[in-house]
């Protein structure tokens, strides 16, 4: 039997857990659907090959976010159990509910409205990395997602394939160009784990240091990084299998068809995108966005603005954007006036 300390603080780490779960359902779509959606990898094999790249991406590129997340919105020395669960669980809703619907999801958009949410009410939101990083990363990284895919289609790929320069279909065909297309799908998942795994460690890091009174500029807090993220990474997985079938078909096959070149091109100019943000500037941002963005780029080059603008698909994507994030600020504020006056924190 764990003691009533050690139980308590598993429920931090339970939540945690809960969300992990819940951004592998929502961090499918981006890193398979491209690949799926050419029809060159079987939907059983994507949850472990997602959960093995995610941890890698953890591991080697996500300390930056992690700090992020950690203490530049929030003032890491607030971050007790109760705040880091009540944080963590409004992320959590947030995305269930998104998944529920089958929306991938900006989990790290719902992290930073979750944060703010407690920031406000003890009126101490650390304004200088949100305001002039963070939302303008979310709002230029999807625009030159799109920009990038919606050129190189209409100006080097689609003139290229009606001249019949090169056979496109052909070449699409072959095994080599069939493995590139999942290698570029394994390369989104390491972006992924660069800078989505650190939406669950981060308050779980600041928690664990606030607790065993560990400087985050400390080297100790480094072996605490290290031990949040290998609890964490895996739930990734655990989230494809369950929730990753859902979502991935929305953006795989009900925006557009493409070959696996545009797959490619995709996976590569999102993933680059993610990695860049994450190890320059430890900025959490949305791959979803940047990923559904290059979609729909490539899909307008190729049928024009109204076939892709007038699929529903579209329309509710855009919706629960901005509707769970909404939830996730909505719900942290909530809980904690609550707990507040219960007088848990």
Known sequence: MFSPMISILLIPFIAAMFLAINMGGSGTAPSFSAAYGANII?????????GIFVFLGA???????????????????????????????SVSFSLLFANLLRIPQSTSQSTVFALVGPAVYFDILKTEKLFFEII????????????????????????????????????SDHPFFKFFVIAASLYVAFAIGSNNVANAAGPLASMVSNDLSIDPG?????????????????????GSSILGHRVV?????EIVGFGPLGATLICFITATLLLLASVSRGIPTSLVQMNTAAIIGLGISKVG??????????????????LAPLISLFLSFLFTIIARKMGIL
């Open 218 to 238: 400390n080297s100790q807090f480094l072996i605490v990084l290290v031990i949040t993220t290998l609890i964490i990474a895996p739930c990734f997985g655990i």
């Open 59 to 89: 591991l080697i590129a996500g300390k930056k976010v992690v700090l992020t997340i950690g203490g530049s919105i929030l003032p890491n020395n607030v971050m007790g159990l109760a705040l880091t669960t009540i944080i963590l669980l």
């Open 136 to 171: 303008p990363t979310w709002f230029i990284l999807p625009v030159v997602s799109f920009v990038i895919t919606y050129f190189i289609g209409k100006v080097i790929y689609n003139p290229i394939n009606r001249r019949g320069i090169i056979q496109f279909k052909e070449l």
């Open 305 to 322: 603005w109204r076939k892709i603008i007038k699929q529903s698909s579209i329309k509710k994507l855009f919706a629960i954007w901005i």
């Open 249 to 253: 078909k929305t953006t795989g096959k």
């Open 42 to 50: 079987r939907k059983d094999l994507i949850p472990g090959l997602f």
